[in-house]
């Protein structure tokens, strides 16, 4: 026979509480009308919850030492009544289960049960109110931190970052006269390679190595073709370097530290003005460089490949764009990232992940991208922002959302990251580029410099009265269209976009409404404003991506460039007051001008090649006879009976003018120092008297560095 406990106190389960002292059955505080047999029953089974119970003990509990009655149906009576009550079932038990032949077993868990000879405890105090209040707000307040967390923790992390970043200071590390570009750490961080051109003028540039903390570097090539980029290899033992072959193409060559012969290991026909151009993995056993196939769809493609140092194969890289750049192996050598520069004003970085081929965008939309590194734990991707020189930011793979700009760095170009010696290394540059004034009526005549700040002042243009010119500038920190007197002085600034990628502006022949082109917001298009202020306009054009426009001669078209930012530019025209376009020519085209008879829009290929096609659209064609365009082909200006234009003869940089009749050309002037890459245009007064020109008159830059940077 199981123990029975004694118990003074209750047993609770489910909604029923039974006092064993008072021997009360209860339901949700409500007495039930349950007693005698049926209660003790319920008493004896709850005391033993799980255990059997047989019926004999029963029996004998209810009925000890019974001679007469029947004890058999008074315990089903009692069993019966206390389902009853309990609103149990035989078939489906929740409380009491029968043990066919044998007896009954209590299956429901109590929930609590005094010990014996223990009093009942007293029903513990309600907590104050201030108390329940307060547990609430604390509650609500984990509530909402939760929900919270994904925005608040990345933007806590982000301070922080600045905080460190705001601890940090860049010093300079050359001070060489003219030009450097391409720093490349060794692998301890205590050198640094780099290409130098100490004179601008004579477009030569060697690969050079230095001690950090020393000015005596080391020069290790001589060639007159110049260097393009370099990167040090991590084990220390080679550098890689693009440069001209002897052949006459663009190649990557390796070189000891040390100086020494090079070794060429492919051939890389890119000829890079930005960016990093070479990477190495983490184990020097690959390097990713710049190609552009012979078999390239435009002369804007450029591939990314990855050569294996082992077996000398090259593998092209999926990238997805037209246009790659600025490859870059990570630290552990788990990701390679590039550029896509397909949209100029909407370039984006792109990762691939090395164990299965993923590619993934990390951020785009930035106004071009100049050089780019990992920061030496992986986390991070520095950038220069700026269409020639820029600003430094960094974006954490974590957090593409939120890139954030470095307070140290401007004019910024290439970079290089040193993991071991947690350094950063950027070349800030300083680019003074003026226009000049040239008077055609006289031989021997010499230039004037006409418009002019301590930065940058390309694409001039006439007022049709010759009293004012239009240009584009970065004085103001971003590239703006300004206006001035002929003569430079009284300039007013007419665009206030904010962005690299402004400019190329162009007089309406009644002088009441400049043309420009911004690619504000991602996308080029064109945009009028009043010379003598006001806020400016776009056109609104039923083609997407419009620029470089220019007037027609009575006024009633623009003609302009449609599909330049994805590298495929053909010439269109549309009303001055915008709507329809129409598509002139199927060849590619740069920097369209009409004829001075109003027969013809000339324009440029992308191969330097002058074409014209008639304002129809009719009989495209090539100018024969006419010598190849030089700088990016926008340099030049049809006149009178002819065509002034800009090129290189022996490489010196002249201004020529081509007589369209006789087929015949003739120097004009050989300008002292070199143009910039994108002079805007070579435009004469209606007059004819002047020409302007743009041209660098001072370049300089230096590699600066940050300790500390991670």
Request: overall charge negative.
């Amino acid at each position: 026979m199981p123990e029975e406990r004694a118990v003074l106190g209750s047993v609770r389960f489910g909604r029923f509480e039974l006092s064993a002292e008072t021997g009360e059955l209860r339901k949700d505080g409500i007495r039930l009308k349950l007693s005698g047999q049926a209660i003790q029953v319920l008493a004896m089974l709850a005391t033993n919850p799980g255990k059997l119970v047989t019926r004999e003990e029963l029996q004998q509990k209810l009925w000890p030492g019974a001679s007469f009655g029947d004890p058999e149906h008074g315990l089903n009576a009692a069993v019966n009544k206390l389902r009853e009550t309990l609103g149990d079932s035989a078939s489906e038990p929740k409380y009491i289960e029968t043990v066919p032949g044998r007896g009954y077993r209590f299956i429901a868990v109590p929930e609590s049960q005094a010990s014996p000879a223990q009093p009942p405890q007293p029903e513990p105090p309600k907590r104050p109110w201030w108390k329940r209040k307060a547990t609430i707000v604390i509650a609500a307040c984990v509530v909402i931190a939760t929900s919270f967390y994904p925005w608040v923790v990345p933007r806590i992390e982000n301070v922080w970052r600045s905080y460190e970043l705001q601890q940090l200071k860049a010093v300079p590390v050359t001070t060489l006269p003219g030009v450097v570009w391409s720093p490349t750490f060794s692998p301890d961080g205590s050198q640094v390679a780099f290409v130098w051109m100490e004179d601008p003028t004579k477009d030569y540039s060697d690969l050079f190595v230095k001690v950090i903390g020393n000015d005596r570097p080391l020069r290790l090539t001589h060639d007159k073709g110049g260097v393009g980029r370099a990167a040090w290899s991590p084990d220390g033992r080679n550098i890689a370097l693009t440069r001209e072959a002897p052949e006459g193409d663009q190649s990557v060559f390796l070189i000891s530290p040390l100086g020494g012969p090079e070794r060429k290991v492919a051939s890389a026909n890119c000829y890079c003005f930005s960016g990093n151009a070479l990477s190495w993995s983490p184990d020097a056993r690959k390097l990713a460089f710049l190609d552009h196939p012979l078999d390239s769809p435009s002369n804007n493609t450029v591939r990314l490949f990855v050569l294996s140092l082992d077996s000398m194969e090259r593998i092209s890289v999926p990238t997805g764009c037209n246009t790659a750049d600025n490859p870059a192996f990570s630290p552990r050598g788990d990701y390679l990232a590039w550029t896509c520069d397909d949209i100029r004003s909407d370039v984006s970085i792109h990762l691939q992940r090395l164990s299965n081929g993923s590619v993934t965008r990390l951020l785009h939309g930035v106004d071009w991208i100049g050089g780019l590194a990992w920061s030496g734990d992986g986390r991070r991707i520095v950038f220069s922002r700026g269409f020639t020189r820029g600003e430094l930011w960094e974006v954490a793979l974590a957090r593409p959302d939120l890139p954030e700009r470095l307070p140290f760095g401007y004019d910024t170009g290439q970079l290089a990251v040193s993991p071991s010696s947690k350094k950063l290394a950027f070349t800030q540059g300083h680019n003074n580029t003026n226009i000049w004034r040239l008077d055609l009526s006289q031989a021997q005549a010499k230039p004037q410099k006409v418009i002019a700040s301590s930065r940058e002042q390309t694409s001039p243009s006439f007022s049709p009265d010759g009293n004012q010119i239009a240009f584009e500038s970065n004085r103001s920190g971003s590239n703006e269209v300004w206006v001035s007197d002929a003569d430079g002085s009284n300039a007013v600034q007419l665009s206030s976009f904010g962005i690299s990628a402004t400019g190329a502006p162009h007089w309406s022949p009644d002088g009441k409404l400049i043309a420009f082109d911004s690619r504000i917001g991602g996308e080029s298009n064109i945009y009028l404003v009043d010379p003598r202020g006001g806020v400016p306009r776009r056109l609104e054009i039923d083609v997407r991506g419009s620029s470089q426009p220019s007037w027609s001669h009575d006024g009633k078209w623009i003609y302009f460039l449609n599909g330049e930012d994805t590298h495929k530019p053909t010439m269109w025209k549309v009303p001055y007051q915008g709507g329809h376009a129409v598509q002139l020519t199927q060849h590619d085209a740069t920097h369209p001008l009409e004829s001075p008879d109003g027969r013809f829009v000339y324009f440029a290929s992308g191969d330097g090649w002058l074409w014209r096609v008639r304002t129809d659209g009719t009989e495209e064609q090539q100018v024969q006879d006419m010598p190849q365009l030089g700088s990016e082909g926008e340099a030049w200006s049809p006149f009178g009976s002819g065509i002034y234009f800009f090129h290189y003869v022996k490489d010196l940089p002249v201004i020529e003018f081509f007589d369209t009749s006789t087929k015949k050309t003739r120097l004009v002037f050989t300008l002292e120092k070199y143009p910039p890459v994108w002079m805007g245009g070579l435009p004469v007064s209606p007059d004819g008297r002047w020409l302007l020109f743009a041209q660098v008159d001072e370049e300089s830059s230096e590699i600066m560095m940050v300790e500390n940077w991670q």
